[in-house]
Structure formats: C-alpha cells, structure tokens
C-alpha cells in the first residue's frame, strides 16, 4: 500500500468497530454499498484479507486484527493531535455555526453564551451552506432542518418567523421597491422568496445578510428578515405580519460523541435558554412597530 488513505482507515475502523456495514453506514452517514466497495479497495490496496464476510456481518480476519492494532494507535494519535489543536491556549474550542442572522443575533446577545471567564474559547461560524458536522467542522450547528443521517443528535428549539420590513418612509410609498439576497447566494426559502413572487419589484440586489439589513436601514426598499433581527431595528418597521409560509423550526445538532462534553453541554444549555428566553421575539409575536 504505496499511500494510506486516512478516510478509509477511518472507514475500516467503523466497520471493525460496529461488525458490519449497517452499523458503520449509522456512525458515519456514508452508505453501506459505499463502504463496501471501499473496503474491497482496501483489500486489493494492502494486498492483505481483512475481513471475513457472513450473512450477519463482518469479522476480522488474521490480518485484519493486525491493521485494526495499528490503525486503533493512529486514531488515538489522530485524537491527541486534535486536541492539541483545539488547547493550543489550554483552552478548549466551541464552535457553533449557523447562518449570517442568527450570527448577528448571537453576537448582540453574547452574554448569555459565553463570557471571557468561561473555560472555553468560542468560534462563531456564520455559514449559508452549513457544516458537516460527521467531520466535525463544528461542535454545534444551528439549522432549519433536522439532521436526517449519521451519528448526530439533535434538539428541537423555537419557532422562526420572517416578515417585510422598511423604514417608515419606505413603507408608507405607494408602490413597493424591494431588495433581495442575489439568487445564486441565496440558501434559504426566505432569500428566495421575493424572487419567487411574480408581483414584487427588485430594485437592489445583494450578496449578504449583513448588506441587506444595511440597505433596508438605508431606505433602499423592503427586506424580509427575520423577526429576531428586524423586530428589534429601531429604524425599521415590519409591514403587516410575520409571513406564514416562511416559519420554521431551530435545531440544534451536534455530533453524538461531542454532546456530552462539559464545554459543549454548556453551550448547548446556554443556547436553549436564550432562545427560549426570546420565543417570542423569534416567532414574531412581540409587539414592534407596524406599518399598514
């Protein structure tokens, strides 16, 4: 074997680990036939019988245990690296990624997840495409869809209202100007929205979250945002009431293996306690200024 391939030694530990391709398909989110061939690549690749096939699953062969001692010693060298990684300050790293807006939200709330006396560094990920977290790319994602495969938990929080909002002289002009998320960087049912209303004029496009909400503040025209962020503009007001077709679930999703750290328990608690705490503000139930 010219090159080891350390996916597929990862692979190959999932499936010595679980006896099978079922279980190693659950722990990893990869497919079971993906697996398979894999494995028989691994086979042909170390010119080496690694497994005993049967209709109950998989066993080790002679050579397989071998690998198996070996590969156990560089997975746990692998877990050394990372947390050295991670503690690079003695510190432990959280990292919760979510989308641009609840980014900025996170941000204005900072308090009530983290303080610089916490035992913990945190990394804040404002991401549109969201993160694999089977590779942890993150120790917490925040997402609209329940994690539907591999070995990840998840935890349903709040509701997520969306509604049009503009300053006071915007949305008092008779004829309606909105701005928009560009089509090609919008990732969500609300960015797409506006674009998918064949009544609704675009003046201004944008590329991001952040931008928008500046145009709306600007008087470009009407955004929709969500209720958390434009409800809680004191230049803005919402135009008529929360979008029905646009509310969606928060979830928290984290990795099985990482819930239970104390650090990330932590976040997890603080998490759902803020956004509980502000239910009302995220389902556009508070009372802000409305414009007819």
């Known amino acids: 074997m010219k090159d080891e391939n350390w996916d597929d030694l990862r692979l190959f530990l999932a499936v010595a680990r679980e006896g099978g391709l079922v279980g190693a398909a659950e722990k ?29 699953g998989y066993s080790l062969a002679p050579d397989g245990e071998v690998l198996l001692a070996h590969v156990r010693a560089m997975d746990a060298q692998a877990s050394f690296i990372r947390q050295w990684n991670e503690n690079g300050y003695c510190l432990p790293i959280v990292s919760v990624a979510c989308d641009g807006w609840l980014a900025m939200f996170l ?14 560094r ?10 694999d ?20 938990a998840s935890r349903q929080t709040v509701r997520t209202g969306y509604a049009a909002y503009a300053t006071p002289a915007v949305a008092a002009e008779p004829e309606e100007r909105w701005i928009s998320i560009g089509r090609e960087q919008a990732s969500s049912t609300a960015d797409r929205w506006i674009s998918r209303q064949p009544d609704k004029w675009i003046s201004v ?19 929709v ?23 969606v679930d928060l979830w928290i999703a984290m990795h099985d293996d990482d819930r ?17 705490s502000q239910q009302s503000l995220f389902q556009g139930d508070a009372t802000p200024s409305l414009a007819s």
Not at 122 to 131: D, I, N, P, R
Not at 205 to 223: D, F, V
């Open 205 to 223: 496009w944008t590329t991001t979250t952040p931008t928008l909400l500046e145009l709306a503040r600007s008087g470009a025209g009407r955004a």
């Open 260 to 276: 239970n750290r104390p650090e990330v328990r932590i976040m997890i608690d603080r998490l759902v306690a803020l956004f509980h």
């Open 28 to 56: 990893t989110g990869i497919s079971g036939p993906t697996i398979g061939r894999r494995m028989l690549a691994l086979e042909r690749a170390t010119g080496h019988h690694l497994f005993v096939r049967h209709n109950k």
């Open 122 to 131: 945190l990394c804040l990920k404002a991401t549109e495409t969201g993160v």
């Open 133 to 152: 977290l089977i590779f942890r790319e993150a120790e917490i994602a925040l997402t609209h869809q329940r994690p539907a495969a591999g070995n990840l």
């Open 225 to 247: 945002l969500p209720c958390l962020i434009g409800d809680t503009e004191p230049g803005l007001v919402r135009i008529g009431a929360p979008i029905e077709a646009l509310s």
């Open 107 to 120: 941000a204005r709330h900072l308090t009530d997840i983290w303080t610089k006396d916490d035992p913990f």
